[in-house]
């Protein structure tokens, strides 16, 4: 079954306490991209990959980071947590070509920062 | 970065009625997209637009690019309870000459549909 995988769908952790939110796709996709959702503010890009060790920024990078190694899987980071990072997280993929343009979303990931 | 204003925020109508949303940006995109989103799960796909002027339906929906490439409009047809959710449009820029780029999503529009 195609699907785009984030782990953990729900974490609660402590200010500046280092985590990782692991997504995975299994359709081959060339394009990754992760975001966060706010209520009122809609879906906020935070990165997004074109491919294999290319990364750019999205409108909301600061206090994130992320890597490409692998086609597969594209992880987000916080190196040092706060509370305006408490949120919902979305990672998405798609792939080149007509319709296909994001086409898959994570399940998300509730964050918060206490 | 650019800015997209969804409306309305939310809309409650009787099952049966017929639902139009739209969007609006001050700077043009390559690409309108429009998604659901269900309490608990990731937003899903509905319709893609990629030419200015693009008329597309997708079984009750239907969705259009506007002309300036400024705005894009969503109409769903004698709605029913299972259309309950969060729709957001999506614009997306190409930069360069790559395929993808930013994608920007407007603040979302709730639906209710009373039975």
């Known amino acids: 079954e195609a699907q785009v995988t984030q782990n953990p769908r729900y974490l609660i952790t402590v200010t500046g306490k280092k985590l990782t939110v692991t997504c995975s796709q299994n359709?081959?996709?060339?394009?990754m991209s992760w975001y966060r959702q706010d209520p009122g503010l809609g879906l906020r890009q935070i990165y997004y990959?074109?491919?294999?060790?290319?990364?750019d920024k999205g409108d909301v990078p600061e206090g994130y980071k992320v890597s490409r190694k692998e086609k597969r899987n594209f992880p987000l980071i916080l190196e040092s947590p706060s509370p305006n990072q408490t949120s919902l997280y979305f990672c998405?993929?798609?792939?080149?070509?007509?319709?296909?343009?994001?086409?898959?979303f994570g399940q998300g990931t509730r964050l918060t920062v206490v | 970065g650019q800015q997209l204003n969804q409306s309305p925020q939310s809309m409650f109508i009787q099952e049966g009625e017929d639902v139009s949303m739209n969007c609006t940006s001050s700077?043009?995109?390559?690409?309108w997209l429009w998604y659901k989103q269900d309490p608990g799960e990731g937003p899903v796909l509905l319709i893609a637009?990629?030419?200015?002027?693009e008329l597309t339906s997708n079984g009750r929906l239907t969705a259009q690019f506007g002309i300036t490439r400024k705005d894009s409009f969503l109409n769903i047809s004698a709605s029913i309870p299972s259309d309950v959710g969060i729709y957001f449009c999506?614009?997306?820029?190409?930069?360069?000459?790559?395929?993808?780029?930013?994608?920007?999503f407007g603040q979302g529009t709730i639906l209710t549909v009373h039975p």
């Open positions: 359709m081959n996709h060339e394009y």
């Open positions: 999506a614009g997306q820029l190409y930069p360069g000459g790559t395929s993808y780029g930013k994608l920007t």
């Open positions: 990959s074109m491919n294999v060790e290319v990364t």
């Open positions: 998405a993929s798609g792939q080149e070509g007509l319709g296909d343009t994001e086409a898959f």
């Open positions: 637009l990629y030419k200015a002027g």
């Open positions: 700077s043009i995109f390559n690409t």
